[in-house]
Nanobody
Framework: QVQLVESGGGLVQAGGSLRLSCAAS????????MGWFRRTPGKEREFVAS????????IYADSVKGRFTISRDNAKNTVYLEMIILKPEDSAVYYC?????????????????WGQGTQVTVSS
C-alpha cells in the first residue's frame, strides 16, 4: 500500500509555470511506476505523463509534450511535474498515481493508488 499526497497547485497566468510534487509513503518507492493525470468537470480523467521506477523512461500526452516534464527523486519518495508555458486549457485537478507493476502506462485503470488531487488554474 502507498499513500500519495500532491502539492504545488495554484493560480497562474497563461505562459507561466508551476511545479507539482507528489510525496509517497512506503519504502519501495522505486518499485512503482508513477503517473500524472488531470480531470476537468464533465470530462474523463486524462493521462498527462508517466515515469518508470528508475526514472529512465518517460512518456507524455501529445498535448503537453515539450511543455511538461515528469521526474522523480527516489531518495525523497517524490515525483514531480514541471509545467511551463501553461495554457488555460491546462486548468484541471491534477492527480498523482502509482502503479504496482513495471512499465509506463497511459490508462488510468493501470494504476493502483491515487492522491487526492491538486487544483491548477491558468488564467488567460
Amino acid at each position: 500500500q502507498v499513500q500519495l499526497v500532491e502539492s504545488g497547485g495554484g493560480l497562474v497566468q497563461a505562459g507561466g509555470s508551476l511545479r507539482l510534487s507528489c510525496a509517497a509513503s512506503g519504502r519501495t518507492f522505486n518499485g512503482y511506476t508513477m503517473g500524472w493525470f488531470r480531470r476537468t468537470p464533465g470530462k474523463e480523467r486524462e493521462f498527462v505523463a508517466s515515469i518508470s521506477g528508475s526514472g529512465g523512461t518517460t512518456i507524455y500526452a501529445d498535448s503537453v509534450k515539450g511543455r511538461f516534464t515528469i521526474s522523480r527523486d527516489n531518495a525523497k519518495n517524490t515525483v514531480y511535474l514541471e509545467m511551463i508555458i501553461l495554457k488555460p486549457e491546462d486548468s484541471a485537478v491534477y492527480y498523482c498515481a502509482a502503479r504496482n507493476f513495471a512499465g509506463t502506462r497511459t490508462s488510468a485503470s493501470a494504476y493502483d493508488y491515487w492522491g487526492q488531487g491538486t487544483q491548477v488554474t491558468v488564467s488567460s
